[in-house]
């Protein structure tokens, strides 16, 4: 019997992030998994909150569960550590079928040292803050404190070492951010003795061979000479991600799980200029992944977290943030109904996953950042999307893994958007009724009910040359030839609505053909799923 445990235990692999031309895919027991996630509140860390976070999470139809575990919770007291949320956390995330994204709320938690143990906060002599360039003291902890940090990771590194004695036959906890919303507002850097001394070093070599200056600069030498006006900030960023990398490889040298960094973004449609008091500065912003990259190469993912509900806003930072060196990985979005639409954009686009935020029954709305309401009316429009995509997060993973998918969310300009799937074309159009075609002079009164606001989208994955599953909502999809189909006739073969069972095989429900074909095909206002095969005669 101990030899048949020790063999499966050897057997369940652990996640990792694979990548294949630039592609992406999480695998979770070795194959790939699409994260359908939600993150529950920041004070919800504890086994008397849970009742409530479960609730919300089996309402989203989440498949992952993000949550913090904090370093004042697990280190109360210097070196006695505690882990009785973590067990009782990953025992009912197995009794209620889910995974778990941990987040590790140390040094810094939305730049802040809140969630550091009372011997930490108060103790600023063994843990100094940074000094702003007025001398002055900021609230930030400095990333350039050898005590601090020595510190963080003994914590996190326990942490990691329980987690491999607890979950690594099971893999519940399958990836883990490493601090939150990094960076510091009201200083640009550390301007105190150790931030001026390593201000005044030479650029490490590393950074210097992934990181372009955006203005013309020395090819080696200081911050100063290399970034010029950039220096304070990326020399920042470097200290901050150097500190993470330290606690990231510590922790990953006792166990091993794939590790990512979250962004409070800067505006990504605003031109790029250096720092000056608009964002964190030394976070994850896009304009300094490469310093990022260059100096934690055991974090895997940069991830941002979108706030910003304006459609221009999000396409933008997506765009900027999914690299060939940066799977796209959404670990926060608002839970307000306007962002669920985004998520057909992110998976489509090969995310391997996406968490809107605050989706948890504790009594506290969001709002303005995210939803007003605090109950199952702020879940459902994530879960009813959530619950379509569900069977299919092994399957959908492949297909991202393998370029094969496609993603469009309504535009704030309500306008139609087209997508080329290799030798067919779409065009997701918007605001239409299911028949016909609507009058150029119509007023608002004319439109379907419920599209007041935009709320429409399409996931596609070409599963043949031919052949496409659709998931969408509140949406008009055309289909036409090009590339190898260019300028030849085609009609539909088949258009079969269906949805996929638990095992992942698709139950044809019915097959569209008639006025439900010819004005496009006409997504409703509940996620719905197609099968469409096209032919060319
Ligand atoms: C997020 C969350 C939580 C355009 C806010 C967002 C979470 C943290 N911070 O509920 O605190 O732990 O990661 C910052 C949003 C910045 C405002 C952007 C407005």
């Not at 850097?189 to 390593?198: L, Q, S, V, Y």
């Not at 605003?270 to 976070?283: D, M, Q, R, T, V």
């Not at 638990?502 to 997504?523: K, T």
Request: a neutral charge; glycine letters at 10%.
């Amino acid at each position: 019997l101990a030899l048949t445990s020790t063999c499966a235990l050897a057997a369940t692999p652990i996640p990792r992030l694979v990548q294949h031309d630039g592609r992406y895919a999480l695998l979770v027991d070795g194959k790939p998994f699409t994260m359908l996630g939600v993150q529950a509140h920041n004070s919800s860390n504890y086994p008397g909150a849970l009742p409530k976070v479960w609730a919300a999470v089996k309402d989203a139809h989440a498949n992952t569960l993000e949550i913090p575990v904090a370093w004042e919770q697990i280190e109360p007291v210097e070196g006695k550590f505690d882990f009785g949320y973590v067990d009782t956390l990953v025992a009912e995330a197995r009794r209620n079928g889910v995974r778990l994204v941990l987040l590790w709320f140390g040094t810094w938690k939305n730049t802040g040292p809140a969630y550091t143990p009372e011997w930490v906060k108060f103790d600023d002599g063994r843990f100094p803050r940074m000094l702003g360039r007025d001398g002055k003291a900021s609230y930030c902890l400095s990333p350039l404190g050898e005590q601090t940090l020595a510190a963080d990771r003994k914590a996190f590194v326990a942490l990691m070492r329980h987690l491999k004695q607890i979950d690594e036959a099971q893999r519940t906890v399958i990836m883990v951010q490493v601090e939150n919303e990094v960076g510091t507002y009201g200083t640009v850097r550390d301007f105190g003795p150790r931030g001026e001394a390593a201000f005044r070093q030479p650029v490490p070599a590393a950074v210097l061979a992934r990181k372009k200056p955006p203005v013309p600069g020395a090819a080696n030498g200081t911050w100063s000479e290399v970034y010029g006006p950039y220096a304070d900030e990326y020399f920042h960023a470097w200290a901050v991600a150097s500190y993470i990398e330290d606690i990231a490889k510590a922790g990953r040298a006792v166990y091993d799980l794939p590790m990512f960094v979250n962004n409070a973004l800067r505006d990504p449609l605003e031109p790029l200029a250096p720092w000056k008091g608009n964002f964190a500065s030394g976070g994850p912003t896009y304009d300094v992944i490469d310093i990022y990259k260059a100096a934690a190469p055991h974090i895997d993912i940069a991830g941002p977290d979108l706030y910003a509900p304006q459609s221009a806003s999000v396409v933008a930072t997506l765009d900027k943030f999914q690299r060939p060196d940066n799977a796209l990985f959404v670990p926060e979005m608002g839970n307000a109904a306007a962002y669920a639409r985004y998520v057909y954009r992110i998976l489509g686009s090969g995310a391997i996953g996406v968490a809107p935020f605050g989706i948890d029954y504790a009594d506290y709305s969001n709002y303005p950042l995210g939803s007003k309401r605090t109950d199952k009316t702020m879940v459902e429009p994530f879960g009813t999307i959530y619950a379509a995509f569900a069977p299919l997060a092994r399957q959908w993973g492949q297909w991202a893994l393998e370029g094969r998918t496609a993603g469009i969310a309504e535009g704030d300009d309500r306008k139609p958007q087209s997508r080329a799937l290799k030798d067919w074309g779409v065009t997701a159009s918007f605001r239409e009724w299911q028949f016909g075609t609507m009058g150029a002079d119509a007023k608002e009164e004319d439109y379907p009910p419920g599209t007041t606001a935009p709320n429409g989208g399409a996931a596609f994955a070409r599963i043949g040359d031919d052949e496409f599953i659709v998931i969408g909502q509140h949406v008009r999809l055309q289909f036409w030839p090009t590339g190898a189909n260019d300028g030849k006739r085609f009609m539909f073969a088949r258009v079969e609505e269906g949805r996929f069972d638990a095992q992942g095989r698709w139950q044809m429900e019915r097959n569209w053909n008639g006025d439900q074909v010819d004005h496009g095909l006409n997504l409703p206002t509940q996620p719905t799923i197609l099968k469409i095969r096209l032919r060319t005669y």
